[in-house]
């Protein structure tokens, strides 16, 4: 039941639809969606170092419309993205046209390959959004060689993201979205989309206060985008437990995410903001050996 709603989601809503107004599929939407990411989020290519994995067999799981698999493949990796979103992979595998990197449809739960077929498995931004994000972890230690890599992305429950944009800032503009004009007042003021607060309201028209009052479901609605079904947030201490059949654990916090207030992308681009993004940032990145 939660596999099929998530993957409609997934397949109705992926990161970057919402980064460029171009005809989805087109040159110029896969540029601006790959121009965008880099700029806000530059801490991806300096974590993971797409030429490090040149002529080794690199695995992404949860491989969206394939941005960082361009990445991957253009650095010589043996590229393999996996994704359980057919519209996902569809605009993947269009953007990769020409080149070796391959797509397949499943699950990251029960990944299609034999045990140790990867020196990297890469997800960013995938396990916290499954119930059973311990059986992804236990799927990619599987699937990886011994001495191989999982670089991986979790949202950081201790960030300025969680506590105050979403749990405060989010919830107080949130419960006013049922006062007329107040949207439109909203959207003007934070730069958020129209449909995605009209998104909000209808949430908070069906679930009425406990669409505010209960924390997980607010949360789930308020990181990807409404209608996500679901979202968790992760401490360092949690991730070092998840994380423990693995040797070499090292965690690394990025990005302050500052999407909920007006001018927040400019900032997020400035170094300070970025310097406090490594202490309050949204990304917790997690990199472990298997042993
Ligand atoms: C937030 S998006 C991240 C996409 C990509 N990693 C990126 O950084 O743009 C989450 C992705 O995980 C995929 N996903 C979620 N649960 C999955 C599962 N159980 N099996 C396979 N893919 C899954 C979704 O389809 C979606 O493409």
């Given amino acids: 039941m939660h596999a099929a709603s998530t993957r409609r989601f997934w397949t109705s809503y992926q990161p970057g639809y919402r980064a460029s107004e171009a005809p989805m599929g087109s040159r110029e939407f896969f540029d601006e969606v790959q121009a965008r990411r880099y700029a806000l989020e530059p801490d991806i290519p300096e974590i993971v170092a797409f030429e490090r ?3 080794r067999d690199v695995l992404e799981a949860g491989c969206g419309i394939g941005t960082d698999a361009m990445r991957f493949t253009l650095s010589g990796a043996r590229y393999t993205g996996v994704d359980f979103s057919p519209s996902a992979l569809a605009l993947g595998r269009r953007r990769a046209r020409g080149t070796d990197a391959r797509f397949v449809e499943a699950s990251i739960l029960d990944l299609p390959f034999p045990d140790g077929s990867f020196d990297l498995v890469y997800s960013n931004g995938v396990i916290h959004h499954v119930p059973e994000t311990q059986r992804a972890i236990d799927e990619f230690h599987r699937v990886l ?3 191989g890599t999982a670089i ?7 960030s300025l993201n969680f506590y105050v944009s979403i749990m405060v800032v989010r919830r107080l503009l949130a419960s006013l979205l049922l006062v007329p004009g107040a949207a439109a007042a909203i959207a003007r003021l934070t730069g958020e989309r129209l449909e995605v607060l009209a998104g909000h309201r209808e949430l908070l028209r069906g679930h009425g206060i406990r ?20 979202s968790k947030v992760y401490s360092e201490t949690g991730v070092r437990r998840a994380f423990s059949a693995f040797a070499d654990v090292t965690t690394q916090v990025r990005f302050l995410n500052l999407r909920a207030y ?7 681009r400035r170094a300070r903001v970025r310097r406090l993004g490594r202490r309050l940032g949204w990304h917790l ?3 472990a050996t298997r042993p």
């Fill in 53 to 55: 994995w040149a002529d």
């Fill in 145 to 147: 060689r011994p001495g």
């Fill in 285 to 287: 990145w997690i990199q």
């Fill in 211 to 230: 669409y505010l009052a209960d924390p997980a479901l607010f949360l789930s609605h308020n990181t990807d985008g409404p209608g996500n079904p679901l």
């Fill in 262 to 268: 007006p001018m927040g992308e400019q900032l997020e």
């Fill in 152 to 158: 991986v992305m979790v949202y950081h429950r201790n």
